[in-house]
Structure formats: C-alpha cells, structure tokens
C-alpha cells in the first residue's frame, strides 16, 4: 500500500512538472494514433457511408465481412504488418519497420473497420430518413453521400472518437511493429508495459493517468461540440 | 414554373404495384392533363400515396406504364418536386435548406442566394431564415417544405398529406401557400383525408378505393353528386376501408 501511494505521489509529480520523458511518450502516442485517426476516417467515412447508400451484389457479405473486422486482434494485425514491412515482405524497401511509421500503418488497420462499420450504420439510419425526399430533390447517391456525412456528423463525431479509443489504448500491435524503443517508438501503452515489468509504477502510473485524462478530454470536447452545432444547426 | 415544353400530361396505362403477390394498387389508367389542383382521395390503404411516388418516380411499376410527354429523365426529375406528409429537413438553417435544393438543380451564387431569399419571403419564413430547420414548429416546417420545392419553379408537385400532422391555424397557411404556389402556374396534385379541404381548393377529385380508380370528376361534382357507392359512402363517413 505504502509502494503504490509513493507511486501515485511520484506520478503526480512527473504530470505536475511536466516531465519531458513523460511527455515526449505523450506527444508520440498523440502523433501517431490522431494520424492513425485521420488516414481512417477518410477512408473509413466514405467506405461505411457507400456501404449504407449503394445496392450491389455482394453487399450483405461485405457488411458482414466489415463487421467482423472490427474485432481484429491487435497481435494479429501487428503480426500481418510485420510481415508486410519485414526484410522478407513486399515493402521491406520502405525501411518502416521499427518506425512510428509502422504504428501509424497498425493502427489504421486496426481502426479503419471500426470508422467504416459504425458508420455504416449511422448513414444508413439517416438515409431511411432522407432517401426519398434526396432522391426526389434528385440527388443522385453519389452526391448524397457528402450530404449523409455532414448531416451526420454529430453521431459520426462519436464514431471516430470510438476509433481513436480503441488506437491510443491498443498496445498489442504498435509493440511488435514499433519495437518500443526508447525516443522512438515508445508510446503510452507500450511504456506502461515495460515499466510496469520493470517495477516503475511511478511512470506507469502517470501515463495511465494521462491515458484516463485524454480518454475524458476528448469525450468532454466532443460533448460541447455536439451540442454547439446541435443549437446552430 | 419552368419555361419551355411542357412534360404533361401524365398518362398511365394499366398502372399496377404490387409488393410479392399483394397487389397494393391497379390496373389504373389516368390522364393528367394541365395545370389546376387535383386532389386524389380515399380512404386509409386506397393506394393514395403509393401513387404519387409512382407518378414522381420514386417507385417503379410492377406493370402497366407511366409516360410523361418527355422521356428525358434529367428534365422530368427538373420539373416535378414533392412534399411530403411529415416534411424531411436536412440538419442545416432553413435558407440552407432551401438553397441546397436549388444547387442540387444547377442554381449557382447569387442567383441561389435570391432565389432562396424570394421564396423565403413569399412563404413567410424570411426572418427564421437563419434559424434550424428542425427547431422550427411543424408548421413552419411543413412551410418551408413547400418553400424548398417551389424555389424548384416545378412544373407539377405532389403533395402527399401535406396538412395531415398540422393544427388548424398551421394548416390553414399552408392551404394558402398551396393555392398561391398553384395560382403561379403550378400543377398540384394532392393526397388528402381532408374533405373540406378538398372542396376549398380542389378542382378535379380522383377517388381511389382498394388501389383502384373509382371515380374521377371535377371537384364540383364529386362533392354534389358522387358517381359511385363507394365515393358517396367516404363522403358520408361510412368508408374507412
């Protein structure tokens, strides 16, 4: 008990003096899962949006194969981008390897089903909605998919906040492709790891304090943001 | 109304939907020839609205055809708009509204800006122009509904229940709009449960029983004399069914 509140007293010190090791391992897992984040959502946005708009043969399968893929196993897809970018791989000649590159590529694999499934869903509840009144407007379904998007956005505000969740907290698939070396690879979820193996709870302590904060941060941003387009809109 | 060559009339052939074996309206065969109100009415599951969407296009017959005098589609999908029973807003202001409609049909810059403002004027939403669509009452959002569809300058619109939803004041306006939108050279074709509305404003009835078309009249006529047992029962109330 005493060992776990010298702890919390040494990782509120490391938050409170602003440690530059603490933050750089911050700034890192910013930089990489918001890169992450976004090369999703524009890929993800558009691809669950078309999967809601447009009648193809194959449809049915295809939701059912993007749903399944946003229960991917972190290990999993890290060890697929191993392979990719390893020595043996197809890119190998890329060197991203051991990169925050690398992660970036992890995670948006990981994430993207996630941006693109849920919101999926959310265009396709909306476009129940709209569908015949857009279609009477003559919008054609490929011009009504910017109008899905935008009128959705609030629910898809939640959407991608769900991806970012799941990228920031995933430790599985950055450390087998990142390495989680020390001033350069080395994010939040990974430090945890190893400094809690170590015995370092301080460190760890505070990073997952850090992990927590963010985590209501965003959610509390994403709130005021809602409700502030909600009201102009 | 749109300049140029006319797209009616409207003439249906054997018009038949059905979903699986359910034969839900037809055979039908109509003509729509010009301008004027026509106001098409019946009871609950008569097969009223299934036929507005049929004739804008927004189903296909299961058999029998639907011509208008044109074949173009872009010029058809121009000149015809509909308003729905619970108006469908986008999640914008209300002039956005308006104005996205009219950029879905090629208006561009100031001429969308002024197009937007005129209707919005002319329907009495200019000062809630900037307002959300969906914080509007219903019936000004019913109104703006209409707004949208004749900043279109449509040749023909379908009204499908347009006052169902509304309270007698908020209908009241927007039984006025639709007269003003038909006076400006608009043809409207309306759904309606509204007998009394019907008599106002309407100047040609098609009455329609079980997805059938019992009767059609000038709206003077169906009111004093109906033609069939079937229109005379709906009048009198006795037709739910």
Same mark, same amino acid.
Do not use: C
């Given at each position: ?16 003096? &602003? ?35 447009? /009648? ?12 399944? !893929? ?20 197809? !890119? ?41 009144? !857009? ?21 898809? &505000? ?72 909600? /009201?102009?809109? | ?16 939907? $059905? ?53 173009? =589609? ?76 004749? =900043? ?16 007698? =004041? ?25 007998? =009394? ?37 709906? $009048? ?6």
């Amino acid at each position: 008990m005493n060992e776990l509140s010298q702890a919390f007293s040494t990782a509120l010190t490391l938050l409170v003096g &602003l440690d530059s090791g603490l933050l750089e391992i911050v700034g890192l897992s910013l930089r990489v899962s918001g890169t992450a984040l976004l090369l999703a959502s524009v890929v993800g946005l558009p691809i669950g949006a078309a999967l809601a708009v447009y /009648r193809f043969r194959g449809r049915g399968a295809a939701v059912v194969a993007l749903n399944a !893929l946003m229960g991917l196993p972190p290990v999993v897809v890290g060890l697929l981008v191993y392979l990719v970018l390893s020595r043996e791989g197809p !890119l190998a000649s890329l060197a991203l390897l051991f990169t925050p590159s690398a992660m970036v590529i992890a995670q948006f694999v990981l994430i993207t089903p996630i941006v693109a499934a849920l919101s999926r869903q959310v265009v396709a509840d909306l476009w129940s909605e709209y569908e015949e009144q !857009l279609r009477s407007l003559g919008a054609t379904p490929g011009r009504a998919l910017p109008t899905l998007l935008w009128d959705g956005r609030h629910s898809l &505000l939640t959407t991608v906040l769900a991806g970012f969740g799941r990228a920031v907290a995933e430790v599985g698939a950055v450390i087998i492709v990142g390495g989680n070396i020390a001033h350069v690879t080395r994010v939040m979820t990974t430090a945890i790891q190893l400094e809690t193996r170590k015995g370092d709870l301080a460190l760890a302590l505070a990073l997952g304090i850090v992990l927590l904060f963010l985590s209501l941060l965003i959610n509390a941003g994403v709130s005021l943001l809602t409700r502030a387009t909600e /009201r102009r809109a | 109304m749109t300049a140029g060559a006319s797209i009616l009339p409207l003439v249906a052939r054997g018009l038949v939907y $059905q979903v699986g074996g359910d034969r839900l309206l037809g055979p039908i065969d109509f003509e729509l020839e010009g301008s004027g109100r026509t106001i098409v009415l019946g009871p609950n599951g008569a097969g009223k609205s299934l036929l507005l969407r049929l004739a804008h296009g927004l189903l296909a017959p299961s058999s029998g055809t639907l011509e208008w005098r044109t074949s173009d =589609a872009a010029e058809l999908r121009r000149r015809q708009a509909m308003v729905f029973d619970r108006a469908v807003l986008l999640r914008r202001s209300a002039r956005a509204n308006v104005e996205y409609a009219l950029a879905l049909h090629g208006s561009r810059g100031a001429e969308r800006r002024a197009r937007a403002a005129h209707v919005l004027e002319r329907t009495g939403l200019a000062r809630i122009g900037d307002r959300a669509a969906r914080a509007l009452s219903a019936g000004e959002q019913q109104r703006l509904a209409l707004a949208r569809a004749w =900043a279109l300058r449509p040749e023909v619109l379908f009204l499908d229940e347009p006052t169902a939803s509304l309270d007698p =004041a908020a209908a009241r306006r927007v039984e006025e709009l639709i007269v003003e939108i038909g006076s400006s050279g608009t043809a409207i074709v309306m759904t309606t449960h509204d007998l =009394a509305l019907a008599r106002r404003i309407g100047d040609e009835v098609l009455f329609l029983h079980l997805g059938l078309l019992k009767e059609r009249a000038p709206a003077a006529d169906f009111f004093a004399a109906p033609g069939t047992p079937e229109a005379q029962a709906f $009048q009198r109330g006795e037709l739910t069914w």
